[in-house]
């Protein structure tokens, strides 16, 4: 399968490296905003975003990923695009854990040393770090980001866009509203609405994270 990765950045860097290993799985090409046309170089394309639309008529067998790590910008990418879950592909790395009873959506990675135990749902287009855990029956919609070795516990459910950063943990029973941001190391114990950053153990809310259109909010704030 080809595979043309959208978004050429530090966080692509990780997920071309999973899509390598994969067996029958071969990436030709990347799309990047930093990319003013379409170009070959060593036998790759490159490109804009938005030749996405041309190539996926020029090549039948081609499927995408989108390797923005920022979950706004990845979001409004793959409403640009426009295409149909056919077009995407999950990627999940060797080493990681996942119960056969979970369920895991397209365009969606799973990196190294990663855990997903039984029942869990986990929408499109998500993140699942290095060495992160997600436990039983919890939820992720869609575009959430779980940054290495976070933590999420049994029965968690986790609004879209959401994001936790590196070594947090969100103990049972949590609701994290939608677009929400968890703080490097915190320890989440309440429900956190949507819209808001929290840091510290306990957790805290300590600003509304809700953008103006044009403004972005990423991990990098964390």
């Not at 950045?9 to 290993?21: E, M, N, P």
């Not at 409004?76 to 854990?97: C, D, I, K, P, Y």
């Not at 990675?109 to 135990?117: D, G, L, R, T, Y």
């Not at 976070?150 to 947090?168: L, N």
């Amino acid at each position: 399968m080809k595979i043309i990765v959208i978004g050429h950045g530090g966080h692509s860097k990780v997920i071309s490296d999973i899509i390598r290993a994969i067996k029958g799985l071969q990436i030709i090409g990347y799309l990047d905003k930093k990319y003013e046309r379409i170009q070959v170089i060593n036998s790759l394309i490159y490109g804009p975003v938005e030749a996405a639309k041309q190539l996926i008529e020029e090549y039948e067998d081609i499927k995408f990923f989108i390797a923005i790590g920022e979950n706004r910008s990845r979001k409004a990418v793959v409403e640009e695009l426009g295409f149909s879950r056919r077009h995407f592909v999950t990627v999940t790395h060797s080493t990681a854990s996942i119960s056969p009873s979970a369920k895991i959506g397209f365009g969606t990675v799973v990196m190294p040393q990663a855990v997903i135990n039984a029942d869990v749902v986990i929408g499109n287009h998500c993140i699942i770090n290095s060495g992160s855990v997600v436990e039983h029956d919890s939820l992720l919609e869609d575009f959430v980001h779980l940054c290495p070795n976070s933590t999420i516990t049994g029965t968690v459910k986790m609004g879209e866009g959401s994001c936790v950063g590196s070594g947090a943990t969100v103990i049972p029973n949590i609701r994290i509203g939608e677009w929400s941001m968890i703080g490097a190391g915190a320890t989440v114990i309440d429900h956190l609405p949507a819209n808001c950053l929290a840091v510290g153990t306990p957790a805290k809310v300590k600003m509304n994270n809700k953008v103006n259109e044009g403004d972005v909010i990423g991990a990098n704030n964390l």
